[in-house]
T-cell receptor
Framework: AQSVTQLDSQVPVFEEAPVELRCNYS??????LFWYVQYPNQGLQLLLK??????LVKGINGFEAEFNKSQTSFHLRKPSVHISDTAEYFC???????????FGAGTRLFVKA | DTGVSQDPRHKITKRGQNVTFRCDPI?????LYWYRQTLGQGPEFLTY????????KSRLLSDRFSAERPKGSFSTLEIQRTEQGDSAMYLC???????????FGQGTRLTVV
C-alpha cells in the first residue's frame, strides 16, 4: 500500500519569495506522483505529474517538482510566488499502472503582500 | 465538454434523511472515482468504476453508502440515514483508460444538521 506525508500543514510566505512544499511517500512498488492545487470550494486541478524519465518535472503556473527515489520525496517548488498562488496543495501517489490515487493531508500556502 | 460536473454543489440535510449526489464525468472517460474530503484533510478514496462495473470499494464506504453507474456514463452516490459524521465534500473524478491524470469535479458539500 502507498502513503503520502506532507510535512507542513501551513506555509506562509511573502509575495515574490521562493517556496518549497515538502512531500514524502512510501511504497513497495513503482509509483506515479502528482501535485494538485485546490482553491476554496473548488475541485482539484493537476499542477504536475511524474510518471518516469527526467526527475525534474515542470508544471503549470511556474511550479516544478523533483522526484528523489532514494529519499522517497517529491517536493514542489516555485521561485517566486504570487498572491494568487494562495491555495491548498495536495501531493498524491498511485501505483504505476494502478487506478487508485492516495492523497496527502494537504499544505495550505498563504502568500502575503 | 466542460469537464466533470457534480450536482448539487451544496446540500443541507437533517440527520437520518437520505441524500443522493450525481456526477457526470467527461465524455468517453471510462473510469470514475468518488472521494470524500473532510475539513483540513486530503481526499479519501471511496469507490471506483470502470465503465458500469464497480471494481473497488473502500472500507470507508459503510453499508449506508451505495454508488451506481448504470450505463457507464453518469454516477450516483446515495447516503442513507445520514449522520453528522457524513458532513464532508464529496468529490467525483474521471479518467480515460489510457491516461493517468484524474479530472475532478467541483464537489458536493454535504452538511448534516
Amino acid at each position: 500500500a502507498q502513503s503520502v506525508t506532507q510535512l507542513d500543514s501551513q506555509v506562509p510566505v511573502f509575495e515574490e519569495a521562493p517556496v518549497e512544499l515538502r512531500c514524502n511517500y512510501s511504497s513497495s512498488v513503482s509509483v506515479y506522483l502528482f501535485w494538485y492545487v485546490q482553491y476554496p470550494n473548488q475541485g482539484l486541478q493537476l499542477l504536475l505529474k511524474y510518471l518516469s524519465g527526467s526527475t525534474l518535472v515542470k508544471g503549470i503556473n511556474g511550479f516544478e517538482a523533483e522526484f528523489n527515489k532514494s529519499q522517497t520525496s517529491f517536493h514542489l517548488r516555485k521561485p517566486s510566488v504570487h498572491i494568487s498562488d494562495t491555495a491548498e496543495y495536495f501531493c498524491a501517489v498511485s501505483e504505476a499502472g494502478g487506478f487508485k490515487t492516495i492523497f496527502g493531508a494537504g499544505t495550505r500556502l498563504f502568500v502575503k503582500a | 465538454d466542460t469537464g466533470v460536473s457534480q450536482d448539487p454543489r451544496h446540500k443541507i440535510t437533517k440527520r437520518g434523511q437520505n441524500v443522493t449526489f450525481r456526477c457526470d464525468p467527461i465524455s468517453e472517460h471510462n473510469r470514475l472515482y468518488w472521494y470524500r474530503q473532510t475539513l483540513g484533510q486530503g481526499p479519501e478514496f471511496l469507490t471506483y468504476f470502470q465503465n458500469e462495473a464497480q471494481l473497488e470499494k473502500s472500507r470507508l464506504l459503510s453499508d449506508r453508502f451505495s454508488a451506481e453507474r448504470p450505463k457507464g456514463s453518469f454516477s450516483t452516490l446515495e447516503i442513507q440515514r445520514t449522520e453528522q459524521g457524513d458532513s464532508a465534500m464529496y468529490l467525483c473524478a474521471s479518467t480515460h483508460r489510457d491516461e493517468t491524470e484524474a479530472f475532478f469535479g467541483q464537489g458536493t458539500r454535504l452538511t448534516v444538521v
